[in-house]
């Protein structure tokens, strides 16, 4: 692994790890009524698609089992149509995706 992947990766675990712990105890209903928690949400979202944007196309290709595609995508939702962002997407990220991207992540970095 290339020591800049390394860094990128990371980078994509410490932003779900901190959009994770934002939900911690919350319901959707506070989500809701949260616009703060919302773009604090998409924001940490998108750095977690930049980063991904910028992991190197070799471990990309050696774990096809991570929707890279699908993270820098919804990165590029999130900044070049702010405006229609769809925040029950950005929800269903932050409850459903993460949980098992970080542990993806974990075991790619491996033992710290």
């Known amino acids: 692994m290339l020591k800049d992947d390394t860094v990128y990766v990371g980078h994509m675990l410490d932003m779900a790890r901190q959009a994770r712990e934002l939900v911690a105890g919350k319901t959707r209903a506070d989500y809701d ?20 944007r910028r992991v190197s196309p070799q471990l990309q290709k050696a774990h096809p089992d991570i929707p ?8 590029h939702k999130v900044v070049h149509e702010y405006f229609y962002v769809d925040y029950d997407i950005i929800w269903d990220v932050v409850t459903s995706d ?7 992540l974990e075991q ?3 033992p710290s």
């Open 33 to 52: 009524a949260e616009v703060a928690l919302r773009l604090a949400l998409a924001h940490l979202v998108q750095n977690t698609g930049e980063a991904a």
């Open 98 to 104: 993460l949980p098992a991207l970080m542990s993806r």
């Open 108 to 110: 790619i970095l491996g």
């Open 68 to 75: 890279w595609r699908n993270i820098v995508g919804i990165r």
